[in-house]
């Protein structure tokens, strides 16, 4: 066998090594293949089941208003929610088995998703609001009117996507809570909706409910200006508006804060402020550079003023009032902390971490305690979306075995929690009204 390209005289060297290619490929082919584990039954993978090609609308999808619902739609019908943020199987079908019941349907998700309503006899359809993303389609409504409105997914109930959606429910039909929820990330194939959900808070705007405080405690919560304001675990003692800030430190006589990226210091002036506010002596030579400090805390014990940052694997500063001098420097091994404490009556740090735990640490920089609480302070995670965000970052201040966790938003004090450090117990204590 030979090759002449445009009359040329083959090349023997090329012929041979196509041949042995060939040859070798033939003695491989079964192994590369895999044949003998198809025919032993056990292939590697499995697809998914395939999905039949369906009209691009259904025929009975008449279109959706854009138009503002009425706030009586919702009078005298249960309120349900279907969300998720996209389909299993490329279609959802709702079935409705509430006969006797008025229900009005809220649809919500991300991808586009074919809605197919199957209401039961005796069930009356008050009304479709369907939101999303992506445009979905809704087959199946008969009579009832359909509007499209701008509404997230929730496939949970705590999540700030679902209180967004309520928040929405309220302001257009006066309705602050959900009769019945099913939410998931893949929606199901068929949804069926025969019974209203058991009461509870999570189905509701207000959320967990505030209990009552497990012991009697006062501290002082930081104020803008300098100020601090006395609280108990049931909320503010003084009256008026008052404004709240991430805690600065103090000595007794210097003030410290985080300001433009630097340590500063200034005369404590008696009054909650400082005068003459200036960064501290340059780093040593040996330290790494500041970058995105977030916290700082006073050591009243070794009189140093403690900063953390974010830049790199993350780091600790310590700053001597006494000499006026920088102390040390360690690495916080990439753990993020947002906010930080000293807790003079255990001689120890308390930290708020990026992915939303209690950092505990000794004075001298010894790890005691991390403790993973994003999910388990009552209504936290109905202030983020836990699916494509962080937890918010937690004031935290210790008091011996009791720790105070608050979360700030525009200057005021939102959400507080106790946490016994004994028991390991959370408890939400207050909440803004």
Not at 39 to 55: D, E, L, M, S
Not at 260 to 281: C, I, K, R
Not at 379 to 405: E, K, S, T
């Amino acid at each position: 066998m030979g090759f002449e390209l445009w009359g040329a005289r083959p090349w023997p060297g090329l012929a041979r090594t196509l041949a042995a290619a060939a040859a070798m490929a033939a003695a491989v082919a079964p192994a590369a293949y895999g044949q003998s584990d198809v025919r032993a039954g056990v292939p590697a993978v499995q697809f998914g089941p395939p999905v039949r090609a369906a009209n691009a609308v259904p025929v009975d999808a008449t279109p959706l208003t854009e138009a503002a619902p009425p706030a009586a739609l919702a009078q005298g019908a249960e309120l349900v929610l279907v969300s998720g943020y996209e389909p299993a199987h490329g279609g959802v079908r709702v079935v409705l088995d509430r006969p006797g019941v008025r229900v009005l349907l809220v649809l919500s998700s991300y991808e586009k998703i074919a809605w197919q309503l199957d209401v039961r006899p005796g069930t009356t359809l008050a009304g479709v609001i369907v939101g999303g993303y992506k445009p979905s389609t809704v087959a199946g409504r008969g009579a009832a009117p359909g509007y499209r409105m701008k509404l997230p997914y929730a496939y949970s109930s705590d999540n700030i996507k679902f209180v967004d959606i309520l928040r929405q429910m309220r302001a257009s039909f006066g309705r602050d809570r959900f009769d019945a929820y099913r939410g998931s990330y893949s929606l199901p194939a068929e949804v069926r909706i025969s019974a209203p959900d058991a009461p509870a808070p999570g189905l509701s705007l207000a959320g967990p409910a505030v209990q009552p405080a497990p012991r009697q405690l006062s501290f002082q919560l930081p104020a803008a200006g300098g100020k601090s304001v006395r609280w108990t675990l049931a909320g503010p003692v003084e009256e008026g508006l008052q404004f709240y800030a991430a805690p600065e430190t103090s000595d007794g006589q210097r003030r410290y804060r985080i300001a433009n990226g630097h340590l500063q210091a200034g005369q404590a002036d008696g009054q909650g402020g400082a005068a003459g506010m200036a960064a501290v002596a340059a780093l040593p030579a040996n330290f790494p550079d500041i970058s995105w400090p977030t916290a700082l805390a006073y050591d009243s014990k070794r009189r140093l003023v403690s900063l953390v940052t974010l830049g790199g694997e993350g780091f600790m500063y310590r700053f001597s009032v006494a000499r006026q001098a920088w102390h040390d420097v360690r690495s916080l091994s990439n753990i993020d902390l947002r906010t930080l404490s000293y807790d003079a009556r255990a001689d120890r740090y308390l930290g708020w971490t990026d992915d939303g735990s209690l950092l505990v640490f000794s004075g001298e920089g010894e790890v005691l305690l991390q403790l993973a609480l994003a999910k388990r302070l009552p209504g936290l995670q109905r202030l983020y979306d836990a699916g494509n965000g962080r937890p918010p970052g937690l004031q935290v201040l210790g008091l011996g075995d009791d720790v105070v966790l608050y979360y700030m938003q525009e200057g005021a004090v939102q959400a507080l929690w106790h946490l016994d450090l004994r028991s390991r117990q959370p408890t939400l204590t207050y909440r803004a009204p």
